[in-house]
Structures are given as C-alpha cells and as structure tokens.
C-alpha cells in the first residue's frame, strides 16, 4: 500500500483525481481545505497508481500549467520557448511573444532566422514595467486600471500590428548579462543617474517591506551607499524593524560607517517624529519587520506606521520565490499600497522567470534588482532590456 496526496481547487475534484491517479478501491485517510486548495490523502496499492505525482499548483490558486507539446510551437520558435520556460517564464506570457513576432513578420519563426533573437528581447522588454516608465520618472507609467491591466493590453490584443516601441539596435547595457541561467553580473555599474533607479528630484523617503528573509535590509544599505557614494546626496536611515534579534544595531552600524544619522521607530509617532527631524536630507530610507503573509494581524499593526505619510513604499520580492507564493504575498502587502517591486537574490535562483511573468502580468513596475551580498555593487535598476536578455538566452539550440 502506497499512501497519495493529492489537492484541487475543490474537494470533488480532488476525489475525481483520487479515483483516477490511485484508483477507484483507494482508502480516503485524511481530506482538509485551507487556502482555496483542497487536499485529500489517500491510500492505495502501488500498481493501482496512474500516473506519477504532480504538483498541479503554480500561480494564483490555479492549476499548474503544463507545458506546451513541443509541436504546438512553430520550429524557429520552439528551442526560444523551451528556453523560456526553463527561466521560468509563464506559458501565458510565451504565447504572447509567439503572436506578437508572427504580427510582425510570419517569416521570422522560421527555422535558423538569425533576427528571431533580437526580435523577441525586444518585444519582452517592451512588456517589462520599470520604474523608468512610472509616472515619477517622467514616463507614462501605469494607466487606469494598474495591475488589472494585462499583457496582452498592453501589446494591444489580437496582437496583429507593431508594438508601440522600438526595434532599433541593441542597447549597449545588455553587456551586463551574465550567461547560463541569466543571473546579472555581480558588480555591474549602471550610469550614474540610474542608480538610486528614481531620479534626483524623485521621492525622498523610501520604505522597503516584504517577507521575511528576503534581504530588504542588504537592499536598503546598498540603496544608501549608492546615494552617498555616487550620487554625493545627504542620507538618513529609520528602522522600524525592532522585532528581529540585532537588527537595528546591525543597520546602526552601517550608518555609522557611512556617516549617516540613525533613528529607532517603536511607534508610528517614533516614525514621524523621525521624519521630521531628517526632513533636510535627500534621501531617507526606511527598513521595516519582515512579516509573513499568512500573519495579517501583523502586517495591519506594522500598515499602521506608514499611514497617510509621504513614503514611497517599494515591496522586496525574491526572485525564486514560487508564482503562487508570490501571488499571496502582494495579495498581503496590498494595503501597503506598494509603487514598486524590487527583486532581490536574483542570483540564486535557476527560474525567477516566474516572478518576472507575474510583474508583466499584473503591471507592477519593478525598480531595482540585486545579484548578491556586496555593498554597494550589487544593485542595479530593473531594465527591460537587460531583463529581456536574461530570459532569452544568447546560446539557442539549432
């Protein structure tokens, strides 16, 4: 006897894939529901398995999404969307490339069309949100609607015309790519009025939230550095997060190594306070307690703080982190009202393709990326173009 779990977005159907996968005389052990997924536990003789476990979860409380058959894809296209795939990038968001190239030239699919590559960073890059295009940059940015408007929206569906942006030459930034999954390089140096990824004028006290463990401390101080180093402007650092064990004395002696004040935040009035009295510097970063996002009691005491405040909230998200994990966290961090996604540990993921499908999706504008622990180095601005390269690899099979 072999004991299954098996789930679905409802309990009959997860008993449907119980009498197919481990047969119709399989014992029923333990059912539940929680979370939108029903789960059932079931037991059965080996043989009477049908097909090898699956995880069918990957998204927003949707089953997983299978793979395309290799023959669905025409054959210039198919080795870029096996490509694609491993990265991590949504079937949802693979389809669109494939009907945006065939609206501007059927002839690029075909097998060994050496523009097909670059046609197709292209138009990925020209999907990606960033903070260069967000209103405070001076750029379009999000148009009514925010994240419910759509990929496909925004490549004006049924995608039979040119996309409204350029198919020009390769810009020279791509250079920062590194190879194989397409982690950037550690190190790379953005120009200089790109760095803080808003520009000199832009907002001046930034709070970063997230999960726990996902660095938004690193980030912050590299954030900092970067200001003070390469943009010679005057910095303040608060840190609200007085529930992880030396975290503040961890962010204190940071700032005093760069010369910068530091203030404590127990309350929300610790936090104005603190605002006030940094009010002259250019730039004041905020760190705050990572709070999962199961714990709502959490997060609405720590919303608390930045209520009716004039901080721009940006939300730090793994790169690896997983499509529906990801989706229940800025379903958590929503009351945030967070302008931008930065994300973070790029380089240790296989397959943050995920994560950037989600971005395209939902058009959430993504301000910056950071690819390792040193600081200031390892942070750049979110680009399309570099992030277009990341996923669209320089080495495709014939």
Known sequence: MILRKVVGRTMAEALERVRKEVGPEAIIVETSFAGGVATVI???????TQTAPENPWRGTAYPREEPEPKSV????????AEGMA?????????????RAVKG???????KGNPSLQGVLRRVLAGLIPTASTAPSLGGPGPQ?????RSAEARMGVPLGGVPAFPLGGVPASMAQLAGGAGPLQAGAAPAAGQRMGVPLGGPRAVALVGPTGVGKTTTLAKLAAQASIHQDLSVGIISTDTFRIAAVEQLRAFAEMMGAPFRVAFTPQDLRAALRELQHHDRIY?????????DAASLKAMRGFFAELPIEVHLCLSAGTRRRDLVATLRAFEPFE????ALTKWDETLAPGEALSLAIERNLPLSWITNGQNVPEDLLPAEGNILAEAA???TVPA
Not at 104 to 110: G, V
Not at 144 to 148: D, L
Request: charged share 25%.
């Open 73 to 80: 894809y025409p054959e210039g296209f198919r080795p870029f």
């Open 286 to 294: 905020i760190d705050t307690t990572g709070r999962s996002p199961k």
């Open 104 to 110: 501007l030239d059927p002839h690029l699919l075909k």
């Open 42 to 48: 079931a037991k059965g003789e080996a043989s009477q």
């Open 392 to 394: 669209i690899k320089e």
């Open 144 to 148: 009514p609607g925010g994240a419910a």
């Open 86 to 98: 491993d990265f991590g990038l949504s079937t949802k968001l693979i389809k669109i490339l494939l």
């Open 338 to 341: 967070p302008r931008y996604i």
